[in-house]
């Protein structure tokens, strides 16, 4: 009887990228091959990454601000976590957002393409990981600027903020900036209970806080089919 072998574990890989798009393209090309992938905006984000998943690779430009620090940090943890430098003109670039929006064709038959805008890295990969388990397709940004970006680039069926977002633009000015454009996108936006929204609702979906992926899975579901 021949001796079962199982395979080796694919290694996780976190996306260290403050272009969005080419964040986005880098990590969604890494997972059509099969491995796990988790991004951040910058290198603090990173760093709380680090502190929570164990990471094997890290895939950043050695220019990125506090880039050294980072390293240096990983270090000081004896983190076994390799550092390969993607340089801005790279093979980040290959994937153009047109292939993001269609790898459909690759991959299994997706629920809808999910844009997350969160601040807090670690709850932003923890939703959309939870999300892309139930079969949407997650695209991931880090703040509204990011968001915008993203919207005038790739086709998004749902958005999912939370009301208040620092910045020049929060969660309710993010709604009405896509309603304003007659973007194809459903929102849906998170808010603590006790948020008055007043006459908000016409902009987007609410959902309260604290929710589970469950709440998360079922809001998208009903949205998507309006």
Not at 116 to 141: M, Y
Not at 193 to 209: C, H, I, P, T, W
Request: charged content about 25%; proline content about 4%.
């Amino acid at each position: 009887m021949r001796e079962f072998t199982a395979p080796e574990p694919s290694p996780v890989v976190l996306v260290i990228e403050n272009d969005v798009l080419k964040r986005l393209a880098l990590a969604s090309e890494l997972r059509m091959r099969g491995l796990q992938v988790f991004e951040a905006a910058d290198a603090t984000e990173g760093m709380v990454v680090l502190e929570k998943i164990a990471v094997d690779v890290v895939l950043s430009d050695a220019s990125l601000l506090r880039a050294a620090e980072l390293a240096q940090w990983v270090r000081e943890h004896q983190l076994p976590t390799r550092f390969v430098d993607v340089p801005a003109t790279g093979r980040t670039s290959i994937v153009a957002s047109s292939e993001m929006s269609t790898a459909g064709s690759q991959e299994p038959e997706h629920s809808g393409v999910v844009l997350i805008v969160e601040e807090d890295v670690f709850s932003r990969l923890t939703t959309a990981s939870g999300l892309r388990d139930a079969g949407f397709e997650v695209l991931e940004a880090a703040n509204a600027d990011e968001a915008v970006i993203v919207l005038n680039a790739l086709r998004v069926d749902a958005l999912i903020s939370d009301v208040e977002m620092p910045g020049r633009m929060d969660g309710l000015a993010l709604a009405k900036w896509v309603q304003d454009r007659r973007l194809n996108t459903k929102v849906v936006l998170t808010f603590r209970d006790e948020q008055s929204l007043g006459e908000r609702e016409k902009y987007a979906y609410f959902l309260a806080k604290p929710y589970d992926d469950f709440a998360i899975e079922r809001i998208l579901r009903r949205v998507l089919t309006h």
